[in-house]
T-cell receptor, first 110, second 116 residues
Framework: QQQVKQSPQSLIVQKGGISIINCAYE??????FPWYQQFPGKGPALLIA?????SEKKEGRFTISFNKSAKQFSLHIMDSQPGDSATYFCAASNDYKLSFGAGTTVTVRA | GAGVSQTPSNKVTEKGKYVELRCDPISGHTALYWYRQSLGQGPEFLIYFQGTGAADDSGLPNDRFFAVRPEGSVSTLKIQRTERGDSAVYLC??????????????FGEGSRLTVL
């Protein structure tokens, strides 16, 4: 049973465009929502994270938007660059254990 | 190196064989995790160690899977009587303080297991 549902499965964006990835969860006990970035052959690496008492968090070109009432959160990648081409995973946790979404493969075309 | 180290990076074995996968966490990280990532999926939790003890092994699929961390540092994931369905990338991660629930897991590059 997947606790975090992620969409889309893949997306293609032009250089300079905006990539948007959406996630939804059911467990209201979750209180930490990180996003991980994974390149082929590498392990996932933490990109940005948010707690539910904040509706938005921005770090550089990456922004998380969080809607607690809808139990949804999303990642926006602004001014997408070819180097952003990777697989992105949303995740959720209320303790030491992370529940990951299925991932979104982002391809940025130059 | 300063990161999480996993060996072997690739392992091909035959159905029914025994496999060991090793993880060397970041120095000073007391928490260690094993996750399994199947093709096209997100990592799935297997087991969590705090120090030497397995604090949560609820993600291990069955009793063919076992993990140890005898000295609170290096961990070994052991799989007996491997099956084709065990084929996946096995990721190890460590963190400084899981009690704070920061979600900041530092992952290794994984051990890709292929069972023929």
């Amino acid at each position: 049973q997947q606790q975090v549902k992620q969409s889309p499965q893949s997306l293609i964006v032009q250089k300079g465009g905006i990539s948007i990835i959406n996630c939804a969860y059911e467990n209201t006990a979750f209180d930490y929502f990180p996003w991980y970035q994974q390149f082929p052959g590498k392990g996932p690496a933490l990109l940005i994270a948010i707690r539910p008492d904040v509706s938005e968090k921005k770090e550089g070109r990456f922004t998380i938007s969080f809607n607690k009432s809808a139990k949804q959160f999303s990642l926006h990648i602004m001014d997408s660059q070819p180097g952003d081409s990777a697989t992105y995973f949303c995740a959720a946790s209320n303790d030491y254990k992370l529940s990951f979404g299925a991932g979104t493969t982002v391809t940025v075309r130059a | 190196g300063a990161g999480v180290s996993q060996t072997p990076s690739n392992k091909v074995t035959e159905k029914g064989k025994y496999v060991e996968l090793r993880c060397d966490p970041i120095s000073g990280h007391t928490a260690l995790y094993w996750y399994r990532q199947s093709l096209g999926q997100g990592p799935e939790f297997l087991i969590y160690f705090q120090g030497t003890g397995a604090a949560d092994d609820s993600g291990l699929p069955n009793d063919r899977f076992f993990a140890v961390r005898p000295e609170g540092s290096v961990s070994t994931l052991k799989i007996q009587r491997t099956e084709r369905g065990d084929s996946a990338v096995y990721l190890c991660a460590s963190s400084l303080n899981p009690v704070l629930n920061t979600g900041e897991l530092f992952f290794g590059e994984g051990s890709r297991l292929t069972v023929l």
